[in-house]
Structure formats: C-alpha cells, structure tokens
T-cell receptor, first 112, second 115 residues
Framework: DVKVTQSSRYLVKRTGEKVFLECVQD?????MFWYRQDPGLGLRLIYF???????EKGDIPEGYSVSREKKERFSLILESASTNQTSMYLC???????????FGPGTRLTVL | AQSVTQPDIHITVSEGASLELRCNYS??????LFWYVQSPGQGLQLLLK??????LVQGIKGFEAEFKRSQSSFNLRKPSVHWSDAAEYFC?????????????FGTGTLLAVQP
C-alpha cells in the first residue's frame, strides 16, 4: 500500500514564525501536492510538484513556498505565519498520468 | 470553467437506511471521477473511481457510484448505512492526459448517522 506521512499531526506556532510542514511518500510517485482544508471550502490546492525541484502554483499559493529536493519528500513552507493560515494541511501523491491521489493524515496548524 | 458541486452540505440518515450523495461536475471532456471519505481528524481515503467502461462502479465499504454523462453527475450510493459511515465525503474530478494530474474537489458533504 502507498503510504504518505506528514511530520506532525498537530502544530501550534506564533505569528511571524517560519513554519515547515514535511511530507514523505514511499511509492516512488512523480507528483506531490499540498492542500489546505477549511470548513465549507473543501480542499484548495496550494502548490504541486511533478518532479524533483519542479513546482507549480496551485489556486492559493500566496504566503506559501515549497521545496522538493528528493523525489519522496515535499515540504511546505510558511515564511512568516499569520493567523489566517490556521488550517488543516493535507499532502498527497500520485503517479504520472494517473489521477488517483493518495493522502497523508493531515497536519492541523494553529497560528496564534 | 471546471468545477465540482456537492449540493448537500449536511445529510442525516438513520442507521440501516439507504444513502445517496450527489455530485455534479463541469468539465470539458470525459473526466476521471473520484469519491473520497474523510473520517474525523484523518486524511482522505479513496472510496471508488471511474475512468472508463461500466458506468456503475463498486468501491470499498459497500459503496457504489454511477456516472451519468447526460446529467454530468456521479452520485454515491449505499443501500444500508452503518454508524461507522459517519464522515465527510468529497467528490473530485480530474483530466485525462498530461503530467500534472490535478484534481478539483467539491466542498464536501458531511454525513451524520442516527441510531
């Protein structure tokens, strides 16, 4: 089975802190994704990566950056956390040309 | 524009009753279609998917969904709901071809199950 893991289930940070969310997948998938999930808004795509060191903006990239130095690892970075970035963050991965995405358990981030 | 609509935000059903969750999509070509389930505090788990062929697809946990091209719908059904089915359900649509296989998600339907 595909396994997608995220470094933290719960995280509490202060406004202005730099925050790193890590995601690792173990199935050699080409594509990796970061979403944020908010009540009533569903899943919104922040960034995705289709290869090592390659990235593309999703629908809501403002305030975020990403890094993919190794195929299995995709990091989401909040350069200066703000309270409106309090949310559930979900990482996913998929094979090239196949849309089925496999999700990690999520990180619930609270920014105070 | 590509979009997915789940018109029901909340649904409550009694245990043992049948269930249908609605999903409508707008997409330029025949899409890939998915239903995911999210239990409280968890990530999303794939219930079923439609790529091509038989328009009635079977999934895990006794769920099925039917692709109706004429109605641009992909509704999820279960003949008899169990208390453990209480969760949030997301419909998603994706495109064919291309290396960046993004999915578009609906806003979700929260299912409550009454004893």
């Amino acid at each position: 089975d595909v396994k997608v893991t995220q470094s933290s289930r719960y995280l509490v940070k202060r406004t202005g802190e730099k925050v790193f969310l890590e995601c690792v997948q173990d199935m050699d998938h080409e594509n990796m994704f970061w979403y944020r999930q908010d009540p009533g808004l569903g899943l919104r795509l922040i960034y995705f990566s289709y290869d090592v060191k390659m990235k593309e903006k999703g629908d809501i990239p403002e305030g975020y950056s990403v890094s993919r130095e190794k195929k299995e690892r995709f990091s989401l970075i909040l350069e200066s956390a703000s309270t409106n970035q309090t949310s559930m963050y979900l990482c996913a991965s998929s094979l090239v040309l196949v849309n089925e995405q496999f999700f990690g358990p999520g990180t619930r981030l609270t920014v105070l | 524009a590509q979009s997915v609509t789940q018109p029901d935000i909340h649904i409550t059903v009694s245990e043992g009753a049948s269930l249908e969750l609605r999903c409508n999509y707008s997409y330029g070509a025949t899409p890939y279609l998915f239903w995911y389930v999210q239990s409280p505090g968890q990530g999303l788990q794939l219930l079923l998917k439609y790529f091509s062929g038989d328009t009635l697809v079977q999934g895990i946990k006794g769920f099925e969904a039917e692709f109706k091209r004429s109605q641009s719908s992909f509704n999820l059904r279960k003949p008899s709901v169990h208390w453990s089915d209480a969760a949030e359900y997301f419909c998603a649509v994706g495109g064919r071809g291309g290396a960046t296989n993004k999915l578009i998600f609906g806003t979700g339907t929260l299912l409550a199950v009454q004893p």
